[in-house]
């Protein structure tokens, strides 16, 4: 079976990269990107294509059984037709199957609900694409967080508007072993999988980064008013409105969600505690 993953460059495309060359063989996968140059290092033949070209994709789809497609970045209104792109070239390759990285999210009225929405109309094209498919609803991964506990530090705390909703978090190594599976395994077609691990709150997270990570930080309650503000001013109008709408839903019960992981591979979801554990030494 041959396999393209797309936006290989980037740091999900790249894990779920790793572990479908170990499920399939180096010979079977293909990746795309828009900047191919960034994924050198995988060593794997990686075609440049941009979400904005369908032709892109008709190229390099070319002989490939299954296709994992990777959410894109740009705007909300802008990736459902990016999306559409490599649907569209999935079918007029001849591609049999395509498995989707889609978001968590229960529908609510935050600044990161076009996201989610945008999301939930992909999953809507798959379906009436009349090709085989399997959709998995990624979880918040951790990382962003551990890559960002520097500046906590710095803060001495963890703020944001989440107050005590739960987050269902996961990583991207853990989402890596759940797609390969989803690619390979047949009898997982035609249905949506939310993988996620447990729901934790702030407090708890924080808990664990002072228990195995070393920090002594403190989890400060913001409103989501001054949470937007403060996140428009640290990190422009766009991402800043993404990165509040987040913790909004976070808030608002909306990312708490119940698993399908053990559903999909077969074995729990490893603990959030034990993953931010195994940054320990790093
Ligand atoms: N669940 C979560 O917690 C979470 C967190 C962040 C993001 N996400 C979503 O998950 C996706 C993957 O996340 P990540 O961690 O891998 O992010 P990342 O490391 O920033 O990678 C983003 C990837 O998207 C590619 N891309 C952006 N615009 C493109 C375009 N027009 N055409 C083709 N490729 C394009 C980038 O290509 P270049 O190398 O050319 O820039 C890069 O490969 C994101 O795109 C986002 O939708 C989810």
Not at 48 to 57: C, G, L, Q, R, V
Not at 202 to 212: A, H, I, P, S
């Amino acid at each position: 079976m041959k396999i393209a993953i797309t936006a290989v460059s980037g740091q999900l495309g790249a894990a779920i990269t790793k572990r479908a060359i170990e499920e399939f063989g180096k010979e079977n996968v293909i990746g795309t990107a828009r900047t191919p140059e960034n994924a050198k290092s995988l060593g794997i033949k990686v075609f440049k294509a941009d979400y904005n070209s369908k032709e892109d994709f008709i190229k390099a789809f070319q002989g490939i059984n299954a296709v994992l497609l990777v959410s894109g970045m740009d705007k909300p209104e802008n990736r459902i037709r990016q999306h559409q792109n490599v649907i569209n070239a999935a079918k007029e390759a001849g591609v049999r199957k395509i498995v989707y990285c889609s978001i968590i999210g229960k529908p609510g009225t935050s600044t990161f609900d076009a996201v989610v929405n945008s999301n939930r109309q992909t999953e809507k094209d798959i379906k009436e694409s009349n090709l085989e498919y399997a959709i998995g609803r990624n979880g918040l991964y951790i990382e962003p967080d551990i890559e960002y506990l520097e500046n906590y530090i710095k803060d001495g705390k963890i703020a944001n508007c989440a107050a005590d909703g739960k987050c269902s978090y996961t990583s991207r190594d853990e989402l890596a072993i759940a797609y390969s599976q989803l690619l390979k395994n047949n009898s997982l077609n035609g249905k949506i999988y939310e993988l996620v691990g447990e729901a934790i709150t702030q407090t708890e997270l924080v808990g664990y980064f002072n228990k195995y990570l070393g920090t002594s930080l403190l989890f400060e309650s913001m409103s989501p008013k001054d949470y937007l503000a403060w996140q428009q001013n640290t990190n422009g109008e766009f991402l800043g409105t993404i990165i509040s709408g987040i913790y909004a839903k976070i808030r608002n019960g909306e990312f708490e969600i119940d698993s399908d992981f053990e559903k999909v591979v077969g074995r729990k979801h490893k603990a959030i505690s034990e993953i931010i554990n195994s940054y320990k030494n790093e």
